[in-house]
């Protein structure tokens, strides 16, 4: 949530405003999502909320059956927070334009469409979980090996990629390309059911609604990993092994399956070998945190951190609505100069710095008074 919210900062067009720095470039890199193939730190944003929000369901569904909540009544809960979350999504991207904009690739929509399918998971075996997951990224994977290929005569500026696009895939890894999969096509269906100002053709990013269906595996993930953290727990082990183990052995997979081709690493269109990659980062870095704050009780350096993530939902509407009037406000009170005091390369940076810093103060006071909102 913190990466999100340090978008402000303008990391992502360092580079350009400091040519020739290999260290700007780099910054820039990991502030930003890579084209299409491969990843950068940035594109581990979205698994890594998804991810959470699995984590999260074992120990809510533990604590709504103590306090006697009927299956029934969570079931009714899960369902009404699949839909808040899924309103959320198409909300905030709606924001600034005259109608409803119905895009359903936002990180809320997407999460809102598997949450309750996740639910109904949440107290079945993790063998059971994972042979759901696994069945469910083996079918999209069938579903995109099986589709046909473009013949040499089909244009790719019809579905906005340029002809000098130098990310295009050859061989068995184009069945992944942008904008010709059956995710794409899908989508030229479903999004002109709805009300648009006209007629959707593709994606600009090549984002993809059916992304829900391995995004829910990336929740049923975090699950299994929130049942071990929960069971570490009680033993009190202190190093929970099986999230390395299977965090190594799920990134190791996902890397074989790039560098043969056979399913690349694409994270917008949420490909099985993405879903396997991101989820054993997310599992790697759960474990280390795990360690470091629950077991050896060095938790003060991540206070800012946990600010921001016991109001996540809030610092994720914040950055959508109100990053642009917190900069106007000290654009118009303050001025441009006091950013510019290291040049003009690091103005964006310093200004995004007062806002970030602004929002944070907002989440703090929040935090401190109790007002935590939860869906």
């Known amino acids: 949530m913190f990466l999100m919210l340090a978008e402000v900062l303008e990391l992502a067009t360092l580079s350009e405003r400091l040519p020739g720095s290999r260290l700007a470039e780099w910054i820039s890199f990991h502030t930003s999502h890579v084209p299409w193939r491969g990843f950068s730190l940035h594109d581990l944003i979205q698994p890594g909320f998804t991810f959470l929000v699995g984590v999260a369901l074992p120990f809510s569904l533990s604590k709504r059956l103590t306090r006697g909540d009927s299956w029934l009544g969570m079931a009714w809960h899960a369902l009404w927070r699949s839909c808040i979350l899924i309103f959320l999504g198409i909300a905030l ?103 648009r100002e006209e007629p959707f053709e593709y994606n600009a990013g090549g984002y993809c609604t059916l992304n829900c269906i391995p995004t829910l595996v990336t929740m049923l993930l975090g699950i299994i990993a929130g049942k071990v953290l929960a069971s570490a727990s009680k033993e009190r082990s202190s190093f929970p092994a099986v999230l390395v183990s299977a965090g190594v052995g799920m990134i190791a997979v996902a890397c074989l399956l790039d560098y043969f081709g056979y399913c690349p690493i694409v994270k917008r269109i949420w490909t099985p070998s993405w879903t396997l990659l991101s989820a054993g980062i997310c599992f790697l870095a759960l474990a280390a945190l795990h360690c470091l704050c629950d077991r050896f009780g060095k938790s003060r350096w991540a206070f800012p951190l946990m600010v921001i993530g016991a109001n996540s939902i809030v610092a994720y509407i914040m950055s959508w609505t109100v990053e642009g009037p917190i900069k106007a406000f000290f654009l118009r009170h303050v001025g441009s100069w006091p950013f510019a005091v290291l040049g003009t390369a690091w103005e964006p940076v310093l200004l995004g710095s007062a806002v970030l810093g602004t929002m944070w103060l907002v989440l703090y006071w ?10």
Request: net charge neutral.
């Open 366 to 375: 929040l935090y401190r008074n109790r007002l935590l909102v939860r869906i």
């Open 93 to 195: 991207r709606s924001l600034g334009r005259d109608s409803t904009n119905f895009f359903f690739v936002d990180t809320l929509t997407q999460i809102g469409f598997g949450y309750f399918f996740a639910f109904l998971l949440c107290n079945r075996s993790s063998a059971l979980i994972t042979v759901v997951g696994g069945f469910i990224l083996l079918s999209y994977w069938q579903l995109f090996a099986l589709w046909p290929l473009p013949d040499v005569a089909f244009s790719w500026q019809a579905v906005g990629v340029p002809y000098d696009w130098p990310h295009l895939m050859d061989g068995f890894a184009a069945h992944w390309n942008k904008n010709m999969n059956p995710a794409w096509y899908f989508d030229t269906w479903f999004m002109n059911l709805f009300p």
